[in-house]
């Protein structure tokens, strides 16, 4: 047991913010393991519920040591949920946790800009709380793969627990691996020699290296009598509260993309018995989570290997013995659970127990060794490997409960949309999106023929949205006063919220008699690749600006002539007018992908301010910026589309 240095044993809580589930993997893969490692495992718990684990103060946290894996969303925030952490982080008290022992471990994506940058947040505030680091903070790279940086960081952890708190049971290998250090040097052979070596050496896995076994959190009964049978058994997400969920049906549609265009996009929209959103009412610019159906015919191979017919009714028991759903098994499978998301290692460890040919078993088993962090990355992460892929191609013989699957597999995910509408002009209980197809994407494929449907013989298809709890207090949403000027940036779907909001002011100017003189003006920088392919809502746009809603529509085609125009070069050629809209108040609103758009148009705006207002300085025009945003006149809504929208 690992022993503090006054004496006494020390219990290791392990925390987590996730955003999309990995932290919260790992964190869950980290805990079961303390007790193996001779550690006494404390709590397993979301950094939300911090004070349950006593890390509100040191007199609280005595006895306890921190082991933190937190994600960063794509803006470089802490995920939503962990903000009560934030919040006592940004507390000035330099003993508030002196001398608490901790440890994180960040995820994050070197794609986008503040890689890792909750995890710093959080590091860094913690020391400056006085808390104690006793081992280096990790930074996996989900661009590169989580395992490169996470498999050798763990790999340290258990020494450096030991170091600090004593006689730990630790069997792995002396051998400290830096983390972030290639890995290969090190530890890893080719992927053909690893298979003849476990071939060779019969199963002869070192349990240490291997993730562990995770204890079930669900359990499932048949159920008999099928009256209990629910229509739908959405019910049993955690992700999000059913209760937001409503069934719309598609009441239009039409392609805004050309038959050659480089994407297909199309306007679609839902109508709905009553109206929709938080509390009944939405503005624009708030977004909607689309749920959609995984796909009939992979659920139907999925259930050939699991040992339930997928018409039996079958009842989900949580760990406390409360019912989270009763439902077919095909049902379950087929609305609650992300059957394309890439299985993790554990997973891969548990279906490993389920395999009849021993062969199949080792493979699974190398496939989750940390002796083979390349293997798991070629043959998984790289090929995008679904369940249904390590199934079908590595493991035929593989039958597990469908217990396992609804345990390991993630919750069906929201897409979500920006809504193009406005609710004045549309009524509240209708929704207008915009949505790109990608290629593969089971979402946006399955809507697209949703769309088809419609469109060739008026089929309204059922659709599940649900509103964005969080964008109750957004601020990216149209100003309230008319005579408020501001700059809107949206190119390809990024245009969406953009049609809402101007759709939103046609109707208030209509409405309200206001001295055109006291009327804000408007801006919108769209982006498309050529006039006659991709230009999102053309007509409702230059309608708007023929109406004189929106004063300058400025379009940047980046295909159509000799080099690349994006919106950016449009916000520096036309940098004086936005200046001048700015320093009268104006704000900018910026929406679409946060990769590398987001970046060039901060830094054109930087650019213009520090030209127009700032007599050519750039860090005043940076700080300008800065404030804006403080005041909510510079709104970002940032979208990471291979994340959310496939
Ligand atoms: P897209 O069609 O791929 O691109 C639109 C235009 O942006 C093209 O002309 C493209 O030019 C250009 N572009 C590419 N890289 C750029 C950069 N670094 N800076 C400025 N412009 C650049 O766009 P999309 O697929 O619609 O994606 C738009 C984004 O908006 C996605 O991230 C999406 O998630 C997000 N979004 C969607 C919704 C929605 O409701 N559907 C709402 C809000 C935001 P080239 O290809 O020629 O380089």
């Known amino acids: 047991m690992g022993v503090a240095e006054d004496g006494s044993a020390t219990t290791v809580h392990v925390l987590f913010g996730t955003v999309t589930g990995n932290a919260e993997e790992i964190a869950c893969r980290v805990h079961a393991e303390l007790p193996t490692r001779g550690f006494r495992a404390g709590l397993l718990r979301s950094l939300r519920d911090y004070k349950d684990v006593g890390l509100s103060s040191a007199a609280e946290a005595k006895g306890n040591a921190y082991i933190i894996v937190c994600s960063t969303t794509g803006d470089g925030d802490a995920p939503d949920p962990i903000r009560p952490f934030m919040r006592l982080l940004r507390k000035k008290e330099p003993t508030l946790l002196a001398g608490v022992p901790y440890t994180v471990l960040g995820l994050g994506d070197t794609n986008y800009e503040n890689f890792c940058q909750a995890a710093k947040k959080v590091d860094v505030s913690l020391a400056k709380l006085g808390a104690e680091r006793f081992y280096k903070r990790g930074q996996a790279d989900d661009g590169t793969g989580l395992e490169e940086v996470v498999e050798p960081w763990l790999d340290g952890l258990w020494p450096a627990l030991k170091d600090r708190f004593g006689d730990a049971v630790d069997i792995l290998a002396d051998k400290e691996i830096a983390c972030g250090e290639d890995v290969e040097s090190t530890t890893t052979v080719s992927v053909d020699d690893i298979v003849k070596a476990v071939t060779a050496q019969e199963l002869g896995f070192d349990e240490t290296s291997l993730p562990s076994l995770l204890p079930a959190k669900i359990s499932v009964a048949a159920v008999i009598e099928t009256e209990t049978h629910f229509d739908s058994p959405l019910s049993v997400s955690a992700s999000y509260d059913p209760e937001t969920v409503r069934k719309g049906s598609v009441s239009a549609a039409r392609k805004l993309t050309a038959d050659d265009a480089l994407k297909t996009v199309w306007h679609m929209e839902v109508a709905f018995d009553n109206a929709i959103g938080v509390d009944g009412s939405y503005s624009p610019g708030d977004a909607f989570g689309i749920l959609v159906d995984n796909d009939v015919d992979e659920i139907s191979r999925l259930l050939a290997f699991v040992s339930v017919d997928g018409e039996d009714v079958v009842r989900i028991v949580a760990e406390n013995g409360s019912i989270v759903a009763t439902a077919s098994a095909r049902q379950l499978l087929t609305q609650r659970v992300d059957i394309r998301a890439i299985p993790k290692k554990t997973f891969l460890r548990a279906l490993s127990e389920h395999c009849s040919d021993v062969e199949e078993r080792r493979y699974l088993l190398t496939l989750c060794s940390r002796t083979s962090p390349r293997l798991y990355s070629e043959r998984i992460l790289k090929k995008n490997m679904s369940l249904l892929g390590v199934l079908e191609e590595l493991a035929p013989s593989c039958r597990p409960p469908l217990a396992l699957l609804l345990d390991q597999l993630p919750p069906l995910p929201p897409r979500w949309y920006s809504a193009t509408s406005s609710p004045e002009v549309d009524g509240t209980s209708s929704l207008h999106f915009a949505f790109s197809v990608v290629e593969g994407g089971l979402a946006t494929t399955a809507l697209a023929s949703r769309c088809e449907a419609f469109t060739s013989n008026c089929s309204p298809a059922a659709v599940l949205v649900m509103p964005r709890q969080s964008d109750a207090n957004s601020y990216f949403r149209p100003p309230s006063s008319l005579s408020q000027s501001y700059v809107m940036v ?157």
């Open 490 to 646: 949206g190119p390809g779907t990024g245009v969406a919220p953009f049609r809402g909001f101007l759709r939103e002011r046609a109707a208030q100017l209509e409405r309200v008699s206001v001295d055109i003189e006291k009327v804000g003006s408007t801006m919108l920088f769209f982006g498309c690749r050529e006039a006659e392919k991709d230009y999102l809502y053309r007509e409702d746009l230059e309608h708007l600006s023929e109406m004189g809603v929106l004063g300058t529509l400025d379009v940047a085609f980046s295909r159509s002539g000799p080099s690349k125009i994006y919106v950016q070069d449009r916000i520096q050629a036309l940098g004086a007018a936005v200046a001048e809209m700015v320093q009268d108040g104006g704000s900018i609103f910026v929406c679409g992908d946060g990769g590398g758009m987001a970046v060039g148009v901060d830094k054109a705006l930087t650019a213009v301010l520090s030209e127009h207002c700032c007599d050519g300085n750039e860090k005043d025009a940076k700080v300008m910026l800065k404030k804006m945003a403080a005041e909510h006149r510079y709104v970002r809504d940032i979208w990471y589309f291979g994340e959310a929208n496939a």
